[in-house]
């Protein structure tokens, strides 16, 4: 049974931000070397989050990302950004140092 986009942003919804921010490197992890299809992947799923989860648990996850998993985000082959630097941006920059990983 193939679920509808709405039906699967619920469902990822459940699993919650731990789960997201391991699931989705691996995932990211797996195209790694493509560069053009590794950064489409990684605008993806920063999207998804962005779109489910609070910037909180938005910072935690991309953090987890950087420090757990080491993926090379490069912000200029990224669509997603701006987006990031706009709701997430003051925040990170004030609490540089503080913000605890999943």
Do not use: N
């Amino acid at each position: 049974m193939k679920l509808t986009p709405e039906q699967q942003q619920f469902w990822d919804a459940l699993h919650g931000p731990e789960y997201h921010a391991h699931e989705m490197a691996r995932d990211i992890l797996s195209v790694r070397g493509r560069a053009k299809r590794f950064h489409a992947r990684i605008d993806q799923h920063m999207f998804t989050i962005m779109s489910l989860y609070t910037v909180d648990e938005v910072i935690r996850i991309v953090k987890t990302w950087l420090s757990v998993y080491h993926i090379p985000m490069d912000p200029g082959q990224m669509a997603s950004s701006d987006e990031f630097h706009d709701r997430c941006g003051s925040i990170v920059i004030a609490l540089s140092g503080k913000i605890e990983s999943y």
